[in-house]
């Protein structure tokens, strides 16, 4: 029977993805014989990214139970509306830099969603959270 310390190990490169895309990690915890990891990504896209990397790890993932959720407004469960497809609502401590990163994998192409809101965005080190913001592709 494998222990956190193994299970940990094993599924560290999920965990290491998620913090690099931006994702909550909630908890990591044994559950009975299985590892249970909880984590809130910021899109489906890093919900996909992330359970590519569990398959990647063990395409049978027979000692994982995996709980991840989307943020609200980003494709999960919303209280009104949720943000459209290619779009962003910022949280606090976010930076276009930030957010860059997490969509295109480089902080310097954050002028990219700079020029594409530029009806809202006079400053690129001006965003505010709750503002939802276009991601081009």
Avoid: C
């Avoid at 956190?4 to 931006?22: E, F, N, Q």
């Avoid at 469960?77 to 606090?92: F, H, L, N, Q, R």
């Avoid at 969603?113 to 965003?127: G, H, M, S, T, V």
């Amino acid at each position: 029977m494998a222990d956190l310390a193994t299970l940990r190990h094993k599924y560290d490169p999920v965990i290491r993805l998620m913090h690099s895309r931006g994702a909550a990690v909630r908890n990591v915890e044994m559950q009975g014989n299985k590892l249970l990891l909880r984590g809130e990504a910021p899109s489906n896209d890093v919900k996909n990214a992330i359970w590519d990397e569990i398959k990647k790890v063990d395409p049978t993932y027979s000692d994982l139970t995996a709980d991840i959720t989307v943020s609200a407004g980003q494709g999960g469960p919303a209280g009104t509306a949720s943000a459209p497809a290619g779009s962003y609502t910022v949280k606090k401590g976010d930076t276009l830099s930030k957010i860059s990163k997490q969509f295109y994998g480089d902080a310097n192409a954050y002028k990219k969603i700079f020029d594409a809101n530029r009806d809202q965005l006079k400053d690129p080190d001006k965003i505010q959270p709750g503002q939802v913001l276009r991601i081009p592709s």
